[in-house]
């Protein structure tokens, strides 16, 4: 399965799962029928240690076929509307 057949955000009610084991990884929010993964970014995540974790995470997460969307907090806490109008195209 590759990302030409995810299903579309917009066309269903969604289950959303919090912190969702997938192989090794402890996803933030995992939507099954949408094989969607969303990663809430802190501070931490900005070395360059960090981001070599979160590359391989990422391609960890899209070797299993599915979509890897990443947000940083402070997004979501200041233009929460704009990062959910953001999924409605998955």
Not at 20 to 38: M, S, W
Request: hydrophobic share 35%.
């Amino acid at each position: 399965m590759g990302a030409q057949t995810l299903v579309p955000v917009s066309t269903h009610t969604l289950r959303w799962q919090r912190q969702t084991p997938i192989g090794r990884h402890i996803v933030d929010f995992y939507c099954a029928k949408t094989r969607l993964v969303v990663e809430l970014d802190g501070g931490g995540h900005y070395t360059l240690k960090q981001q070599e974790k979160n590359a391989i995470r990422t391609r960890d997460l899209e070797n299993e076929d599915l979509l890897v969307v990443r947000f940083a907090n402070n997004q979501v806490d200041r233009m929460f509307n704009e990062c959910a109008w953001r999924l409605t195209g998955w």
